[in-house]
């Protein structure tokens, strides 16, 4: 599919012409037509034979062009943790816990290169802009880090200052070590309000304010948050009715739903737009619509990690804005907006039939929804004269689409998988003809790969022990109990030894030519010594792991509560008699550098 590039300047600076449809958004669809921007905005739409000169031409002959599609909930830097292994089956909560304890390892590089990935990958799926909440923030100038990423890939960004000040000793979810103190959070909030956000037309970057959950921030910095956001005249997010367990906590911590504590802390208004929405009654439907509070529709995530769907056609038809977003890649494990679409489309006909919605009610959604939601009233998800001039040119020329004539919109996304063939940013072309442009990403990828690959190896072999463990787990498996829950207890713990050693053995494979047998003879001896195992696994696997070239290079160290990596007899090291007291008993035999001790 050519770009073709004219001598003269006269005319817009970038045309896209000859699309098999254009899609507006702006009350029209024209086959046939054409779009041009000049200066970063749309300067002209029109039917075949009107085109003006320009000084760049795409050719979108076997394409549909529409707006770019504009992402509402993200947690970028969680694509250092995509399908990680250890927490693939597990529900919300222990999904959570697991990953607070990797996610605390968070820098400047590692926000910086997770962003560049992250952001390219959007792109690629036809996604021009995007918000993100980075709620963790064991370092300073996180949120700065990514700003620098986009602002060099040329991408629109709404970054928002995501936080945690609720620790687990205070009563809430997150350990100490990825919470900050009230006053703290908010004079970095006005920091970065004040250093990077743009109220105008067209503003590339925008901040919005973002206490992370009920479970994980106090209502004193809700409210005291709402009030700057106010002063500020800023955007105020957060997640809202994402699980069951998020109900329970509310009702048992501040004795109201989820819905009245939202309301009491002063975010029920047109300022603010909430993540997933999953469980709300009927009533509070009604609530988030008159208050026209927006709402971030999750579709992979919440398929992943929810029990429900949300009731999105409800939500529209209340009043509320809703947009469209992918969420974090540790939950979704992927970035693609466009499949975030498909699964909206196919999610709503499941929960309310066939006629619930279409193809061209989630382009609503994913564009105009989701500028609602970001407070954008500058002609962002459309194109019109004066809007931002982000486009996205569809292939539907592939194999794919072969047979589908009759609707282009419909065939766009019922038919694919589809990547953008263009994806055009405040006029510059962010991907052409399916290739990322920026001289970056190479670069980007290498570290990218470096961080994760040393989180996840040196962090998979402990997150089991380190992570607390559900009461509804924690089963007696001392040998004063007996029968069928002894057993189960005992068959549990067994297949986690198996897995402990599995997961050593192959983390160790990268690092040394000794190591990988080495463990693999320790497994096998431990399964052949399950008492001893269930104790001492953890603990061994690890100190053999520092034989390897990490330790030489300092990245990995352990401190050991004794001498020996061999536990003593004492009455206080015995063996723990239950899942909850082992995991405690062995966490407190070793920890990560830069953690602190659970």
Same mark, same amino acid.
């Given at each position: 599919m050519g770009v073709t590039t004219c001598s003269t300047r006269s005319g817009v600076d970038l045309l896209v012409r000859d699309a098999d449809v254009l899609v507006t958004m702006a009350g029209g669809e024209i086959p046939g037509g054409w779009v041009g921007i000049s200066d970063g905005v749309v300067s002209g739409v029109g039917k075949p034979g009107t085109e003006p000169a320009a000084a760049e031409v795409i050719s979108a002959n076997g394409s549909l062009v529409t707006p770019g599609l504009i992402n509402t909930h993200h947690h970028i830097y969680q694509n250092l943790t995509r399908s990680f292994a250890p927490i693939i089956n597990a529900d919300f909560w222990e999904w959570l816990t697991t990953l607070y304890k990797v996610w605390a390892r968070l820098d400047e590089e590692a926000v910086y290169v997770s962003t560049v990935v992250g952001l390219t990958e959007l792109a690629l799926g036809g996604c021009t802009t995007t918000t993100d909440h980075l709620y963790v923030h064991p370092r300073s100038n996180l949120i700065d880090a990514e700003i620098k990423a986009a602002r060099e890939l040329g991408f629109r960004f709404h970054p928002t200052r995501g936080s945690m000040s609720l620790s687990r000793k205070d009563g809430g979810l997150p350990p100490d070590e990825v919470v900050q103190d009230d006053d703290e959070i908010l004079a970095d909030s006005e920091r970065l309000v004040k250093t990077y956000h743009d109220p105008n037309a067209g503003a590339m970057v925008r901040i919005a304010l973002a206490p992370c959950s009920p479970f994980s921030v106090t209502p004193a910095l809700m409210q005291r948050t709402a009030e700057l956001a106010d002063r500020l005249d800023v955007r105020l997010h957060t997640h809202l009715l994402e699980d069951p367990g998020e109900l329970s906590y509310c009702r048992r911590t501040f004795g109201c739903s989820s819905m009245e504590h939202f309301e009491q802390v002063g975010w029920g208004?047109?300022? *603010?737009?909430? $993540?997933?929405c999953v469980y709300p009654t009927e009533a509070e439907v009604s609530r988030l619509g008159g208050w026209r509070t927006g709402i971030a529709h999750c579709p992979s995530a919440n398929s992943l990690y929810s029990k429900s769907i949300a009731p999105v056609r409800a939500l529209r038809k209340a009043g $509320?804005?809703?947009g469209l977003g992918c969420d974090g890649s540790s939950s979704a494990d992927h970035a693609s907006l466009w499949l975030e679409a498909r699964t909206a489309l196919l999610l709503a006909r499941v929960k309310d039939g066939p006629a619930a919605m279409n193809a061209r009610d989630v382009l609503e959604i994913a564009t105009i929804g989701s500028a609602a939601c970001l407070g954008r009233e500058d002609g962002l998800g459309m194109l019109r004269v004066g809007a931002p001039g982000d486009v996205v040119v569809w292939s539907l020329d592939e194999i794919a689409f072969a047979g589908a004539h009759t609707d282009l919109v419909e065939a766009w996304l019922r038919c694919g998988p589809v990547r953008a063939r263009h994806t055009i940013v405040n006029g510059k072309l962010l991907v052409r003809d399916g290739v990322p442009q920026s001289d970056m990403l +190479? %670069?980007? =990828?290498? $570290?990218?790969?470096?961080?994760? !690959? %040393?989180w996840q190896r040196t962090v998979a072999p =402990?997150?089991?022990? !380190? *992570?607390?463990?559900?009461? !509804? $787990?924690? +089963? @007696?498996?001392? !040998?004063?109990? @007996?029968g069928p829950e002894q057993q189960a207890s005992r068959a549990g713990l067994d297949h986690e030894v198996d897995r402990a050693a599995t997961r050593c053995r192959a983390m160790t494979t990268h690092d040394s030519p000794h190591s990988g047998p080495t463990l693999a003879r320790l497994g096998d001896r431990e399964r052949r010594r399950r008492p001893s195992c269930r104790r001492q696994l953890s603990t061994r696997c690890c100190a053999m792991r520092v034989s390897g070239p990490m330790a030489a290079s300092g990245k990995l160290s352990f401190t050991f509560a004794g001498k020996s990596e061999r536990p003593s007899t004492t009455a206080r090291d015995k063996e723990p008699r239950s899942a909850s007291t082992l995991a405690t008993w062995v966490a407190g035999r070793f920890q990560l550098p830069g953690s602190a001790q659970p």
């Open positions: 208004s047109d300022r *603010a737009w909430v $993540a997933h $509320a804005p809703v +190479h %670069e980007a =990828l290498v $570290a990218h790969r470096r961080i994760s !690959r %040393e =402990l997150v089991r022990a !380190r *992570a607390p463990v559900p009461a !509804r $787990a924690a +089963h @007696s498996v001392g !040998r004063g109990t @007996s």
